[in-house]
């Protein structure tokens, strides 16, 4: 299994950059992570989106899926085409007003609002999802390979909680978001920092990569930040082995 970096700013992208999006690779298929703002573009250049079996959706702030309205135009233009049929299920948040609103909106997607703790299967993996600290709701999601039983964290957007080490307990690599330096930190909002994410890093025995970079600092500035070995720094179109 591998996760690729499609898109790694936040809240919004850099010049000719973009935010949240991350495209993992078994050899059952490919299913996308969170769908921010100019990563639709950059799927085609890896696979054809249409063949994506899962996308999961973190939370519905739009630097983690704006783009997922492109992506519905898209799969509308294939179907009028007869080149598409049917709904690539899409794993979201379980607020049940947003999941019938999102129905409506994108009908190419078939929208799951996620249980805590419930298990889904596709593309080869097994999905767990956790609810994290952010001001919305935001789900993590443990992605394990039933073919070799390795792990995949991927945070979204979240502080410290007790429910982000109970993911991070089972993990070979955790891709999160933690776009603060320094002071920036006050342990209040729904943000890690740099150093914060170290710390787990340590604490849990892992290997990392931040992600969520905030375009007002440098990579110099986040790798500065962090215990180079253990932590790297998310780079768009780089592919991470789990």
């Known amino acids: ?41 950059r799927i085609g250049k890896l696979c054809k989106p249409e063949n994506i079996a899962a996308v999961t959706i973190s939370h519905l702030h739009f630097d983690h899926f704006s783009d997922m309205g492109v992506f519905n135009y898209y799969l509308e233009s294939l179907a009028k085409a007869g080149k ?76 410290e909680c007790p429910a982000l080490g109970r993911l991070l307990r089972e993990c070979d690599l955790w891709l999160g978001g933690a776009p603060l330096i320094g002071k920036e930190y006050t342990g209040a909002g729904g943000h890690l920092s740099a150093e914060k994410m170290k710390d787990l890093v340590i604490k849990y025995d892992l290997k990392a990569v931040l992600t969520h970079l905030w375009p007002v600092h440098t990579e110099r500035e986040y790798e500065d930040a962090v215990f180079a070995d253990r932590v790297q720094i998310a780079k768009a179109f780089k592919s991470y082995q789990v």
Do not use: W
């Open 84 to 159: 598409f049929q049917g709904r690539i299920p899409c794993y979201v948040p379980p607020v049940a007003e947003d999941v019938a609103q999102l129905e409506r909106m994108y009908p190419y997607f078939r929208f799951v609002g996620v249980k805590e703790g419930g298990m889904y299967e596709f593309a080869g993996l097994q999905a767990e999802f956790s609810r994290l600290n952010h001001g919305v709701p935001n789900y993590g999601v443990r992605l394990t390979e039933k073919s070799s039983g390795r792990r995949l964290v991927y945070s979204g957007d979240t502080n």
């Open 1 to 41: 299994m591998e996760v690729i970096v499609l898109g790694c700013n936040g809240p919004y992208p850099a010049s000719y950059g973009a935010t949240a999006g991350y495209l993992v690779r078994t050899g059952e298929g490919f299913v996308m992570m969170d769908m921010g703002s100019g990563v639709f573009a």
